[in-house]
């Protein structure tokens, strides 16, 4: 069982690239240790920069040295930095096109005992509304270190959704196929992955991000065993979102069905439901948390109370299917 959370990979790949790159700049707005940033902090002290819980200053701030050619990563609480910094991670950031990246940590429902104040199940709607602002769910380990090597080459904003918790691996240091803005396709075939795979005819299409891509791909084999054939799409990229992988799995599928961390409006089901409305129409359902607060809990006393474990995402489909 993995015990390396999203987050401490985004550490150990700036703390390897800092050696050799003194423009790599990590802002903090108190949450070094919540980022899991602290060794950063320690190793490279010239190039980190505790702003506080000032999550406004800490966009701004980060916008400002990137204008000076510095490429800052501006970590805090998810639930946070989509909120309270909205205006200067629009105007700042990706009105003014500047290099910043922006680490929303402990996204979705990761702080679960502590409430709806504390959760982020609008983020993804709300930073993908923005202009210029690309917004990141990488499942694992493996693909959220090769998502943040591939930053790191870029100049453009975005927003990178991790949880709080490890994950399990979908993928392995010999197979974690990646291409910038194009989805992992993960076949049904002993669950490989592959990033231009062709799909087959499928009875169902589930397309997810983040933590829910690894429940899917147990609902996946879940399915099978009812004689039930579903690919898996990891769509990291929620924007851009990678549309000819959506028109493909739909094409191949008879259903599709949507699932993701986030409120049931404007995040990856009202995405991929405007794409395959206008392209291929098929019957598209988005599992998601509700339109209300959730319920107090761990993450997976949350998951599994609305259906978001494997178990949950295997029934919504063979449903889903059923009524096709």
Known sequence: MNKIPNRQAICDVLMEQAKTDKDIVVLCSDSRGS????????????????????EQDLVSISAGLAKCGKKPFAASP?????????????????YSNTNVKLIGISGGISYGALGMSHHS??????????????VYLPS????????????LKDQKPAYIRVGRNAVEDIYSEENCPFEMDRAVVICEEEMRA??????????VAIIACGEMVKPACGAAELLKKQGIRATVLDMYCVKPLDEA????????AKVVLTVE?????GGLGSMVSQVVGRTCPRKTVNLSLPDAPVITGTSKEVFDYYGLNTEGIAKTAAKLLEEA
Request: hydrophobic share 45%; aromatic share 10%; glycine share 2%.
């Open 245 to 252: 992988a959506v028109i493909r799995a739909a094409q191949s």
């Open 35 to 54: 980022a899991s940033l602290t060794p950063f902090a320690n190793e490279y002290p010239e190039q980190f920069i505790e702003v506080g819980i000032a």
């Open 194 to 203: 592959s990033a231009s795979a062709h799909f087959e005819d499928t009875d």
């Open 140 to 151: 694992d380990r493996f693909q959220t270190e090769k998502l943040i090597r591939m930053l």
């Open 121 to 134: 199940a609008q983020d993804i709607a709300a930073m993908a509304a923005i202009p210029n602002m690309r």
């Open 261 to 265: 961390e986030h409120a049931p409006f």
């Open 78 to 94: 998810a639930s946070f930095l989509s909120t309270r910094s909205y205006e200067q991670a629009k105007v700042d950031v990706a």
